[in-house]
């Protein structure tokens, strides 16, 4: 199985900028895909940006010019950096990993991160 820990959920002021960090571990060589999903108070959880083993990046449109993610295959960890922050970022981000087993793929998720931007 995989397990994932995300790091860097902050506090911050409209227009600043934040890192998220999530750190696969366990049977990582099976992850084909991470990403970010996040949700807001009394909202659906939304994907932020995925990235898959060969680099290919999606970004929802809410993010789209103001995301990036990365991936460090050596050190199983994927990077979520969002810039001009607005408040409605604030939401909890949740990492997540698609991974392979024999015949089909499963999910997995993160505890979560929460961030809040202020006005």
């Known amino acids: 199985q995989v397990q994932l820990v995300e790091s860097g959920g902050d506090l911050v002021q409209e227009g600043g900028s934040l890192r998220l960090s999530c750190l696969a571990s366990?049977?990582?060589?099976?992850?084909?895909?991470m990403g970010w999903y996040r949700q807001a108070p009394g909202k659906q959880r939304e994907l932020v940006a995925d990235?898959?083993?060969?680099?290919?990046?999606n970004y929802a449109d809410s993010v789209k010019g103001r995301a990036t993610i990365s991936r460090d295959i050596v050190k199983n960890t994927v990077y979520l950096q969002m810039n001009s922050l607005k408040p409605e970022d604030t939401a909890v981000y949740y990492c997540y990993a698609r991974a392979s087993r024999v015949y089909t793929e499963y999910d997995v998720w993160g505890q979560g991160t929460q961030v809040t931007v202020s006005s």
């Open positions: 366990g049977r990582t060589f099976t992850i084909k895909t």
């Open positions: 990235i898959t083993n060969s680099g290919s990046a």
